[in-house]
């Protein structure tokens, strides 16, 4: 099978549709068309219905993706492990982080890089930390700089960078500001503006609190934290945020009786995939901040 047909093939599959597999491969739609059809014939079976605009994968279609997927995974470790012998740190590194860590951990870290590695091009993707853990187990992202998930997914290497505390927090005139002793069942008896159900850090409150019997009333979620703390410097509830994202001159921050939260910031890879030159020299960056 050709490896260019398999391409053509899977980014079909991805985006649903020929124009934006063709998009994504800088190719024509004909020539994506072309390729799909050719493995279509080398395997004697249809791979896609095509039903006006709606483009769906066939239970053939459905049987490969997977299995073309690892194989072109295979070719790019196969690259990647040839390239490593030259000790040269050079083409593209595909990384997904956050928008809380992109903007308050990464900067000096992707200054540094860059200085560094010149020949380097950086396709850095900003994404939720879930999906770039999903990416990468996926295999189409070769590294993550993103929350550490509590429950990983045992095809993930995990590499602890930095502790990241997280802090109850209020606005300065919200009812909780003005309470000495603080504990959860009080706290649980106010709206909360928190990230959405299925986040990492979402994840890491719930942990805490259901144990202990708590209901936290939830009232508006979003995943970007920088939403959130807009939300609670208006007043409209409580919040979990990492203690970089406040200054103590416009927030509240909470103790909250033998209670004290944090999560892990780090590096997220495949463990059976080669990292490349590039992709180690960021890691290695990143752990010497």
């Given at each position: 099978?050709?490896?260019?047909?398999?391409?053509a093939?899977?980014?079909?599959?991805?985006?649903?549709?020929?124009?934006?597999?063709?998009?994504?491969?800088?190719?024509?739609?004909?020539?994506?068309?072309?390729?799909?059809?050719?493995?279509?014939?080398?395997?004697?079976?249809?791979?896609?219905?095509?039903?006006?605009?709606?483009?769906?994968?066939?239970?053939?279609?459905?049987?490969?993706?997977?299995?073309?997927?690892?194989?072109?995974n295979?070719?790019?470790?196969?690259?990647?492990?040839?390239?490593?012998?030259?000790?040269?740190?050079?083409?593209?590194?595909?990384?997904?982080?956050?928008?809380?860590i992109?903007?308050?951990?990464?900067?000096?870290?992707?200054?540094?890089?860059?200085?560094?590695?010149?020949d380097?091009?950086?396709?850095?993707?900003?994404?939720?930390?879930?999906?770039?853990?999903?990416?990468?187990e996926?295999?189409?992202?070769?590294?993550?700089?993103?929350?550490?998930?509590?429950?990983?997914?045992?095809?993930?290497?995990?590499?602890?960078?930095?502790?990241?505390?997280?802090?109850?927090?209020?606005?300065?005139?919200?009812?909780?500001?003005?309470?000495?002793?603080?504990?959860?069942?009080?706290?649980?008896?106010?709206?909360?503006?928190?990230?959405?159900?299925?986040t990492?850090?979402?994840?890491?409150?719930?942990?805490?609190?259901?144990?202990?019997?708590?209901?936290?009333?939830?009232?508006?979620?979003?995943?970007?934290?920088?939403?959130?703390?807009?939300?609670?410097?208006?007043?409209?509830?409580?919040?979990?945020?990492?203690?970089?994202?406040?200054?103590?001159?416009?927030?509240?921050?909470?103790?909250?009786?033998?209670?004290?939260?944090?999560?892990?910031?780090?590096?997220?890879?495949?463990?059976?995939?080669?990292?490349?030159?590039?992709?180690?020299?960021?890691?290695?960056?990143?752990?010497?901040?």
């Amino acid at each position: 099978m050709d490896i260019n047909n398999l391409r053509a093939f899977t980014k079909v599959a991805e985006h649903g549709s020929f124009s934006l597999a063709a998009e994504s491969l800088h190719l024509t739609q004909p020539a994506i068309s072309k390729r799909v059809a050719a493995l279509e014939s080398s395997l004697s079976m249809r791979l896609f219905d095509r039903i006006g605009h709606q483009v769906t994968l066939t239970e053939g279609g459905r049987q490969l993706l997977p299995q073309a997927q690892e194989i072109l995974n295979k070719v790019v470790d196969i690259r990647r492990s040839l390239a490593n012998l030259t000790d040269q740190v050079t083409g593209t590194l595909s990384m997904g982080t956050s928008h809380h860590i992109g903007l308050h951990r990464l900067p000096p870290v992707l200054r540094k890089f860059s200085q560094n590695y010149p020949d380097v091009q950086l396709d850095l993707q900003f994404m939720g930390s879930e999906n770039a853990c999903n990416a990468v187990e996926q295999g189409q992202l070769e590294l993550a700089i993103a929350t550490l998930p509590t429950h990983p997914s045992p095809k993930l290497e995990l590499t602890p960078i930095w502790d990241d505390p997280l802090c109850f927090v209020v606005g300065k005139d919200h009812p909780l500001a003005h309470i000495n002793q603080l504990n959860l069942k009080i706290l649980s008896e106010h709206q909360a503006v928190l990230p959405s159900i299925g986040t990492y850090t979402r994840d890491i409150l719930e942990q805490a609190v259901t144990p202990k019997g708590i209901t936290i009333q939830t009232g508006i979620s979003t995943n970007y934290l920088e939403t959130l703390k807009m939300l609670v410097s208006i007043g409209l509830g409580w919040s979990l945020l990492p203690g970089t994202l406040l200054k103590e001159s416009e927030f509240k921050i909470l103790q909250i009786e033998d209670l004290q939260l944090a999560r892990t910031l780090g590096a997220i890879r495949h463990h059976k995939r080669t990292l490349s030159n590039a992709a180690r020299a960021m890691l290695a960056a990143c752990q010497a901040r």
